[in-house]
């Protein structure tokens, strides 16, 4: 047999056209997220003053099942994309594992991230409609910096709120996100209300997504011509990312290799939802039966350890109300926690296919995590972002299960990007001040109790 490349690339002309749209396959549809204003299930109109009329069509489409990418978007991705295919012949060794470990690697661009993809979608739509600008939060500080590039690109000014306590961890990331021309503003600020307001009920708060999610929706709606994106778990942003798994599909192919086992980490989602979209089609279709699991921090186990419940998606409840896995909108990881994966609810597509049985889910807490990134990193030569080192890790530990059980399993994880601007996090594991901090049932409980009362559903 042909030995397979340590690199599967895909040429240009291989690269889809299509994005495609999970939810025209799925059996049930996530439940439909709901107006806070009127109680009511939302309407794409609603979505209006939040989100450009694309996005918010793309938002609520349930029915189209591939979606052509505008020849603009293509025409970007073409810069960084297809991204390649790794076979991971040297984590394998290290392993001493008969499993066949395979990974897709999007740190390939300046966001060192998969948001890339997403964000020149977001930047575009908003471009056609006209718009004088749009506004964002950031966490990690990824997404913050692949829109910033998307904007900078098709000529539309931004204004990122970073959450605070990344802005002081990372300042690096600033002043890439400022390279590219966006207003970058740690949150919570002074600059809104909701900021205003959250910062006197919490005056030493180091924020959170959820803050900076309220701040950046209040200032696109309270903004002529501005609107407000999102990075992760809307339905949209599942969409743009399935080209992660649809030339992850490809590439195997090229290989004859399908995966038995697909890992990813999970954050709002976004990633993962990419990368096991084809592959979930295979599986509600009836073509093939992969094992899913996603990877999250146990300091922020929305999916492990979180209610299916309908949440607000931000901390200032100003957010229409999504059916997910969450830990309540007021819930913010502990400050030591530098793995990102920081959001307190799930994808709701995700949600309901791991409420429906269609996927796995684990936690690891964030030493293990820096362990395995740093074996990675000497075996594979990325340093990759800790929230991707969630998703080696999943992939170790079922590797780990192949040497004992003697089966050559085929595994694909998602390496979603690498980790120059977590060094400060890297540090504190190699000096061992780092620390896990593990939420109580009682911290949680607290936290649920808090979740929305919908009259007549919950
Ligand atoms: C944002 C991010 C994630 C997590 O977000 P998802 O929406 O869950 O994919 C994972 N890895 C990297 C590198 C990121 O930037």
Known sequence: MKKIPHRIYLSEDQMPTQWYNLRADMKELPDPIINPATGRPATEEDLYPVFCKELAHQEMDNTTRYVPIPEEILEFYRMYRPSPLIRAYNLEKMLDTPARIYYKFEGNNTSGSHKLNSAVAQAYYAKEQKLRGVTTETGAGQWG??????????????????????????????????????????????????????????????????????????????????????????????????IIGEESLLAMQTIDEYPDIIVGCAGGGSNLGGLIAPFMRDKLTGKADPRIIAVEPASCPSLTRGKYAYDFCDTGKVTPMARMYTLGCDFIPSANHAGGLRYHGMSPILSKLYHDGYM????????????????????????????SAHAIYGAVQEALKCKETGEAKTILFGLTGTGYFDMVAYQSYMDHTMTDYIPTDEELEASFAKLPKIPGIQ
């Open 360 to 387: 796995e889910a684990v936690s690891a807490e964030q030493t293990k995590i820096f362990e395995t990134a740093i074996e990675f990193a000497k075996q594979e030569t990325i340093l990759p972002a800790p929230e």
């Open 145 to 242: 910096t692949a829109l910033a590039e998307a904007c900078s690109f098709f000529h539309l000014p931004l204004t990122v709120y970073m959450v605070k306590c990344s802005y002081e961890q990372k300042p690096f990331r600033k002043s890439v996100i400022q390279t590219f021309d966006a207003d970058i503003i740690p949150s919570p600020s002074d600059t809104t209300q909701v900021g205003k307001k959250i910062l006197a009920e919490n005056p030493g708060t180091t924020g959170s997504l959820g803050c900076a999610i309220s701040e950046a929706v209040e200032k696109a709606t309270t903004t002529e011509g501005y609107k407000y994106v999102l990075g992760s778990v809307l339905n949209q942003v599942l969409l743009h990312q399935s």
